[in-house]
């Protein structure tokens, strides 16, 4: 209640001295009363305003029980495994945005035609045998 009396003094005094500036006639206590009577009902106002469904959506996904699904769009509990509303698997994607990530975080390597040793996927030689990748590739496209 401490916030509501502050806003309401705040209030007060800014619609008195909105009022004495515009030369308003009434006593600036008047307005001050009327200006902090008005913050208080303001106050509550706002509070009960409807909410705005964007807001509240982002309020959810910052709070952490819950989480979007990518395939409906519905709110489902962040430990759910399956979509109550449209059955999608969280599990199944989940695993495979893992693979993805893992896949993604280790370097890029190729296999070795020749050798069939791992080589980095950017290399145009073979560290292991010296097999020319691009000159295969090329013959290749040929
Ligand atoms: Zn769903
Ligand atoms: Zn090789």
């Given at each position: 209640m401490e916030l509501l009396f502050l806003l309401a003094i705040v209030g007060g005094a800014i619609t008195a001295a909105v009022a004495k500036n515009r030369g308003v006639p009434g006593s600036p206590i008047l307005w001050f009363i009327g200006g902090a009577l008005m913050f208080i009902l303001a106050f509550p106002a706002a509070l009960l305003q409807s909410p705005d469904p964007e807001q509240l959506e982002k309020n959810k996904l910052a709070g952490g029980d819950v989480k979007k699904c990518p395939r409906c769009a519905e709110f489902v509990k962040?430990?759910?495994?399956?979509?109550?509303?449209?059955?999608?698997?969280f599990a199944v994607a989940e695993k495979a945005r893992q693979v993805a990530m893992l896949s993604s975080a280790l370097p890029a390597q190729k296999n070795?035609?020749?050798?069939?040793q791992d080589v980095m996927?950017?290399?145009?030689?073979?560290?292991?045998?010296?097999?020319q990748f691009e000159a295969h590739q090329f013959r290749r496209a040929l």
């Open positions: 962040v430990d759910a495994l399956v979509c109550r509303f449209c059955q999608h698997d070795c035609p020749k050798c069939h996927k950017q290399a145009i030689r073979c560290k292991h045998c010296g097999f």
